[in-house]
């Protein structure tokens, strides 16, 4: 069963207030990146604190940990018949914020968060992952306005250095294991399919990250004086980095997609059911007229973006074509990313591609392949219960079907999480939505979406309540 109607309407009552909330949190410019004011993070911290001790939570307290941003906890124990013994959801959410980018890019400055006619919010942080955490906090304020309290006990908490890593995460839920011992994760920061499209992320793609250095010379030399016997470095990284792929653009590495999981019948059929527009697809991507999606013979393009490894070239340094001469080029450099399919284990993919990277280099360079990263996917357990709850929620609030999606990106915490936590299921939803620009300038929330998440989150509220007491 989802929330009741007076707790649906004492959520609608407050709404201009909770989408003032969330202007007001996102005029804090919480950049965690080094280099920006940490001081920032703090009273972004403490202006989170604050309003959750307004909603009624109690035990708010910020938290710090070594020298991490501050994290935020709260709690919110259940009301009502059986709250005594009630399982519990932890709701997670981060209030720091990526670096807003090039500010003349920005059509309203970064942190002046402006509503335009368009139904949208702009500002950085206002849909990732601030309305993450508001979406929540109107619920739960609503629970409390009209009935006392949520139907479970609620615990936050809100990170302030996932745009970062995460570095402290897991020690920081050993620190306080018993604080935020529950039933059920709930993360905050995941993305819908499409704008109006309830979703829920069921598996998370991985990530191998590799930095390739290639030496011909000790120092640049005249091009004309020198080339033709003598190598130089850019040509010989192009035909290594070339040699990652076959003609059509496709990943050529040896081994690469050994271990991708089988993609059976069912799972294809429920990836062929969802909507799918290709023209939408290629503007929300910016691609230029033209260029063509490629791989359509491996499946269609969610197999693709969300079950099998993708390969490309993320950064290349040899001359900056400003500062060229004619010199050959001495040291060049590249870095290669690796998304895995979930189920791939990251260290061998990496030890692949590394592999073919310093086979055979063209004239005998020196290569360095370097590997950064290598973190594996995630994929859902087979909690349907739970899952079941959050379908209903979501449906309720959104008043259309919810669907099970995947996402092509890394979030490294998700298994370790649950596992901190006893293995417990989790639960991905968000509020990003194709158009919104996440990370990039003129970040932007759909208000719409926005009430109906805060909706589900009523609803879910009820649902989880519901569902986990009858498992118990
Ligand atoms: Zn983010």
Not at 118 to 127: K, N
Not at 161 to 181: I, K, N, P, Q, V
Not at 233 to 243: D, H, K, M, T
């Amino acid at each position: 069963m989802g929330a009741p109607p007076q707790v649906i309407r004492a959520l609608d009552d407050r709404f201009d207030v909770t989408l003032r909330e969330l202007m007001e949190l996102s005029r804090i410019p919480s950049v965690s990146a080094s280099g920006f004011d940490p001081k920032q993070v703090e009273r972004s911290a403490d202006a989170v604190a604050l309003l959750l001790e307004e909603v009624g939570c109690e035990g708010v307290e910020v938290l710090r940990l070594g020298d991490a941003h501050p994290y935020v906890l709260a709690k919110c124990p259940a009301r009502g018949p059986d709250a005594q013994g009630a399982p519990t959801v932890l709701i997670y959410a981060h209030h720091d914020v990526q670096p807003p980018g090039r500010a003349d890019h920005w059509v309203t400055p970064a942190f002046e968060p402006t509503l335009r006619d368009d139904g949208r919010l702009y500002g950085r942080g206002v849909v990732d992952d601030k309305a993450g955490l508001m979406l929540h906090v109107a619920a739960v304020r609503a629970w409390i306005e009209a009935a006392g309290g949520p139907p479970l006990n609620v615990t936050l908490i809100v990170e302030g250095e996932e745009e970062t890593g995460s570095a402290h995460l897991l020690d920081f839920l050993r620190e306080h294991r018993e604080r935020l011992d529950a039933d059920v994760l709930v993360l905050s920061d995941t993305a819908n399919l499409a704008t109006g499209v309830p979703s829920i992320t069921t598996s998370l793609r991985g990530i191998v990250q590799i930095d390739l250095t290639v030496t011909a010379l000790d120092h640049p030399i005249h091009s004309g004086m020198w080339g033709g016997p003598v190598p130089d470095a850019a040509s010989a990284l192009s035909r290594i980095l070339g040699q990652l792929f076959d003609a059509s653009g496709a990943p050529a590495v040896l081994g690469l997609e050994d271990d991708v999981p089988v993609i059976d019948a069912s799972e294809r059929a429920r990836l062929a059911a969802l909507p799918f527009d290709a023209e939408v697809f290629r503007r929300d991507a910016g691609m230029r007229d033209g260029v063509e999606l490629r791989g359509a013979e491996d499946g269609s393009v969610y197999e693709r973006l969300w079950l099998r490894p993708s390969l490309s070239v993320v950064a290349l340094e040899a001359m900056p074509l400003a500062e060229a001469t004619n010199q050959l080029v001495a040291e060049a450099r590249a870095r290669v990313s690796v998304r895995l399919a979930p189920g791939q284990d990251a260290n061998r993919v990496a030890a692949c591609v590394v592999r073919q990277l310093e086979q055979a280099p063209p004239a005998g360079v020196r290569v360095r392949a370097e590997v950064t990263a290598a973190v594996p996917g995630w994929k859902r357990g087979s909690e349907t219960e739970v899952l079941g709850a959050a379908q209903r929620a979501l449906s309720a609030g959104f008043g259309c079907d919810a669907v099970l999606i995947g996402c092509g990106a890394t979030i490294p915490f998700v298994g370790p999480f649950s596992d901190a936590m006893g293995g417990i299921p989790e639960l991905l939803l968000g509020l990003e939505d194709p158009p919104c620009n996440a990370h990039g300038e003129n970040e932007s929330l759909d208000l719409d979406d926005f009430r109906k998440a805060a909706h589900s989150s009523a609803h879910l509220l009820a649902e989880l309540k519901t569902t986990l007491a009858e498992k118990r």
